[in-house]
Nanobody, 124 residues
Framework: QVQLVESGGGLVQAGGSLRLSCAASGRTFSSYNMGWFRQAPGKEREFVAVITWTGDRTYYADSVKGRFTISRDNPKNTMYLQMNSLKPEDTAVYSC?????????????????WGQGTQVTVSS
């Protein structure tokens, strides 16, 4: 069992940066693949990035590749999403998730644990 809490969202101008954090409780954090997903108003939840439990492999959606970086610090039970060169189309609620498959087409239904989400708004 793991509980997840996101932080770091906010309002930023296009071209700016934000770093999201996902703090996990529970001693099994380091054994889970972890991911970030986002959901914009009126749209389905979509894959953003995923990292293996060891942190040795990462995968990104094409829309964020080269701009976002996912990382994790297992001793601190925390995962991060560094978001640079933000665009208005990145506006969404970002949620972290645990327990799914780490691959380039990770699906939300593969992940069993979710945080409550944090709002990211990018103004033009």
């Amino acid at each position: 069992q793991v509980q997840l809490v996101e932080s770091g969202g906010g309002l930023v101008q296009a071209g700016g940066s934000l770093r999201l954090s996902c703090a996990a409780s529970g001693r099994t954090f380091s054994s889970y693949n972890m991911g970030w997903f986002r959901q914009a108003p009126g749209k389905e939840r979509e894959f953003v990035a995923v990292i293996t439990w060891t942190g040795d492999r990462t995968y990104y959606a094409d829309s964020v590749k080269g701009r976002f970086t996912i990382s994790r610090d297992n001793p601190k039970n925390t995962m991060y999403l560094q978001m640079n060169s933000l665009k208005p189309e990145d506006t969404a609620v970002y949620s972290c998730a645990a327990g799914g498959v780490a691959g380039p087409r990770a699906r939300p239904d593969e992940f069993g644990y979710w945080g409550q989400g944090t709002q990211v708004t990018v103004s033009s």
